[in-house]
């Protein structure tokens, strides 16, 4: 009976971890997202002609930001299909 408490709390810990890593994570994108965005719009009205070179980096950025958000969601479905803590217990 110990052992099913045990897998419960860490089922139950590991689905609070999952809504953290997702939540702030998803947070964090959207937050460097606008702001990235914000300051592109700033540049591009001071100085027009470096919209076209501006533009690619910003792509390059809003892309990289993203695959750091998306990293954290494989790290979470990790967690939440392929649980590596309950090796342990279960096994």
Known sequence: METMAA???IQGFTGLG???IIGLGANGACIGIGV???KFL????RQPELIPMLQGKMFL???LIDAAFLIGVGLAMLFA????LLVGITG
């Not at 700033?42 to 009205?45: F, G, H, I, K, P």
């Not at 299909?81 to 590596?84: T, W």
């Open 7 to 9: 897998m419960a709390n």
């Open 61 to 63: 950025l809003a892309g």
């Open 42 to 45: 700033e540049a591009a009205a």
């Open 81 to 84: 299909f392929a649980n590596p």
């Open 18 to 20: 999952i809504g953290l």
């Open 36 to 38: 990235m965005g914000s």
